[in-house]
Nanobody, 121 residues
Framework: QVQLVESGGGLVQPGGSLRLSCAASGSIFSIASMGWYRQAPGTQRDKVAFHNGDTIITYADSVKGRFTVSRDNARNTMYLQMNSLKTDDTAVYYC???????????????WGQGTQVTVSS
């Protein structure tokens, strides 16, 4: 079994900061890509940031310059530093990862349970 557990969400005022974490655990041989998605009520789930574990890092245009994604490969953990938060950033944030459970298996996609981020005064 593989689990992704997010943490770090909460309520913050506009202009504030939060740091999300996503820890992968279980039967893990290797982690390929990891990413953050978010979903506000009544909207689709959108990609926020992507990290391939090496040099490929991408961001949605709406968060460029404000959010920073990073990975600690030794700890199977990904982070999302969110600065200058806006009310439009309010959403449930989900961790996504493509993980191989053994050398002879293809990578599969996994999702965390989500963590709520609310930006409000």
């Amino acid at each position: 079994q593989v689990q992704l557990v997010e943490s770090g969400g909460g309520l913050v005022q506009p202009g504030g900061s939060l740091r999300l974490s996503c820890a992968a655990s279980g039967s893990i041989f290797s982690i390929a890509s990891m990413g953050w998605y978010r979903q506000a009520p009544g909207t689709q789930r959108d990609k926020v940031a992507f990290h391939n574990g090496d040099t490929i890092i991408t961001y949605a245009d709406s968060v460029k310059g404000r959010f920073t994604v990073s990975r600690d490969n030794a700890r199977n953990t990904m982070y999302l530093q969110m600065n200058s938060l806006k009310t439009d950033d309010t959403a449930v944030y989900y961790c996504n990862a493509r993980i191989r459970r053994s050398a002879w298996e293809l990578a599969r996609e996994y999702w965390g349970q989500g963590t709520q981020v609310t930006v409000s005064s």
